[in-house]
């Protein structure tokens, strides 16, 4: 057992009690922190982004060869943590003395500090783990996000005389987004505005499953098991690294192992569409992407991509982007051009 115990406030500051702790290479830059591990300790990265309106993202992506215990400060009676686990699990107790609640995958969580100041996560000995906490001070006031604030405090805070924490249903939407959130490689305003855009949408999600779970109790948001669960988010991987294969429901079916009953609901848990939905909509998002970035024509994209037909792909692809493909690429060669 490691226990990184840090008394001081601030990110940066953590992130360097955390590297004397547990060794590793950090680098910070623009508001951000990434401390890379590949010794005894364990394999990967451990990052953290200051966003604006109080809201800040630390994520564990790490492989622990030790169980690691790590103490994070809150200030009592203000933070809210929205905690999700992508893979593997982790632990989480406000302080020692008290129980300790278990995060799976795939699992949301909302944690306030109302009383305590301290909020201690532990990663397991021989656990992958992709973990990520999006903390939102609600004590930032200012313009919208003093409203925003101050609904959330009333929602997870206010009049309430006990630490609280609210372990959900699963939800594999949120899974997806932290995938894209972990994706971006862009820099500057474009790297800011991307990941904000994305944590609010995550926070959202998290809030919306709480509000699902208080008004249905009885009703589980899914029959599908965590392992089911994994599967489908397997299969979005492969769809999405392989638009041009044979994605028909039958073909995913014996790729996983699963029924086409459970492969719907997974689809529809996760994205909001069907399977035929969702592979049609990846293989429209890279045929724009390859009509402004390569010179393949028109029908050469569509049969690349899987679409039997030019005029059925013309249909979907002017539903999607208010254009026709033809009309797309020569306006996007303007303005190349221009």
Same mark, same amino acid.
């Not at 109790?217 to 299969?235: D, F, G, Q, R, V």
């Given at each position: 057992?490691?226990?990184?115990?840090?008394?001081?406030?601030?990110?940066?500051?953590?992130?360097?009690?955390?590297?004397?702790?547990?060794?590793?290479?950090?680098?910070?830059?623009?508001?951000? %922190?990434?401390?890379?591990?590949?010794?005894?300790?364990?394999?990967?990265?451990?990052?953290?982004?200051? *966003?604006?309106?109080?809201?800040?993202?630390?994520?564990?992506?790490?492989?622990?060869?030790?169980? *690691?215990?790590?103490?994070?400060?809150?200030?009592?009676?203000? !933070?809210?943590?929205?905690?999700?686990?992508?893979?593997?699990?982790?632990? !989480?107790?406000?302080?020692?003395?008290?129980?300790?609640?278990?995060?799976?995958?795939?699992?949301?969580?909302?944690?306030?500090?109302?009383?305590?100041?301290?909020?201690?996560?532990?990663?397991?000995?021989?656990?992958?783990?992709?973990?990520?906490?999006?903390?939102?001070?609600?004590?930032?006031?200012?313009?919208?996000?003093?409203?925003?604030?101050?609904?959330?405090?009333?929602?997870?805070?206010?009049?309430?005389?006990?630490?609280?924490?609210?372990?959900?249903?699963? %939800? #594999?939407?949120?899974?997806?987004?932290?995938?894209?959130?972990?994706?971006?490689? %862009?820099?500057?305003?474009?790297?800011?505005?991307?990941?904000?855009?994305?944590?609010?949408?995550? *926070?959202?999600?998290?809030?919306?499953? !709480?509000?699902?779970?208080?008004?249905?109790?009885?009703?589980?948001?899914?029959?599908?098991?965590?392992?089911?669960?994994?599967?489908?988010?397997?299969?979005?991987?492969?769809?999405?690294?392989?638009?041009?294969?044979?994605?028909?429901?039958?073909?995913?079916?014996?790729?996983?192992? #699963?029924?086409?009953?459970?492969?719907?609901?997974?689809?529809?848990?996760? !994205?909001?569409?069907?399977?035929?939905?969702?592979?049609?909509?990846?293989?429209?998002?890279?045929?724009?992407? *390859?009509?402004?970035?390569?010179?393949?024509?028109?029908?050469?994209?569509?049969?690349? #991509?899987?679409?039997?037909?030019?005029?059925?792909?013309?249909?979907?692809?002017?539903?999607?982007?208010?254009?026709?493909?033809?009309?797309?690429?020569?306006?996007?060669?303007?303005?190349?051009?221009?």
């Amino acid at each position: 057992m490691i226990t990184v115990n840090s008394k001081l406030n601030g990110l940066n500051l953590f992130f360097n009690k955390l590297q004397k702790e547990i060794g590793g290479t950090l680098n910070t830059v623009a508001g951000e %922190n990434i401390l890379t591990v590949n010794n005894k300790v364990g394999n990967g990265t451990i990052r953290s982004i200051s *966003l604006e309106d109080g809201i800040s993202l630390l994520e564990f992506n790490i492989n622990a060869k030790k169980d *690691l215990q790590i103490s994070i400060d809150s200030n009592a009676g203000s !933070h809210i943590n929205f905690v999700y686990c992508s893979k593997g699990k982790v632990s !989480h107790s406000f302080d020692k003395k008290e129980s300790v609640n278990t995060i799976e995958t795939f699992q949301t969580s909302i944690i306030s500090n109302v009383v305590s100041q301290k909020n201690t996560i532990n990663l397991f000995e021989g656990v992958e783990t992709n973990t990520t906490i999006i903390s939102v001070n609600t004590a930032v006031k200012k313009g919208n996000v003093s409203s925003i604030n101050a609904t959330l405090k009333d929602a997870f805070i206010t009049n309430k005389t006990e630490d609280y924490i609210y372990l959900g249903s699963y %939800n #594999l939407k949120i899974a997806e987004n932290i995938k894209q959130l972990r994706a971006i490689d %862009n820099e500057g305003i474009v790297k800011a505005l991307l990941t904000k855009g994305i944590v609010n949408l995550i *926070l959202a999600l998290e809030i919306e499953q !709480h509000k699902k779970d208080l008004t249905n109790p009885e009703i589980t948001s899914s029959s599908l098991t965590k392992s089911e669960m994994e599967l489908i988010k397997e299969l979005t991987d492969y769809v999405n690294n392989y638009p041009d294969m044979d994605h028909r429901v039958n073909v995913l079916t014996r790729k996983i192992g #699963l029924t086409a009953a459970k492969v719907q609901e997974g689809f529809k848990l996760m !994205h909001g569409l069907t399977v035929c939905e969702y592979v049609r909509t990846v293989r429209l998002k890279r045929s724009e992407e *390859l009509i402004v970035n390569t010179d393949l024509s028109i029908s050469e994209i569509v049969y690349s #991509l899987g679409f039997s037909s030019r005029s059925y792909f013309s249909k979907k692809f002017r539903e999607m982007f208010n254009c026709s493909p033809s009309n797309y690429k020569k306006k996007n060669r303007l303005a190349v051009s221009a």
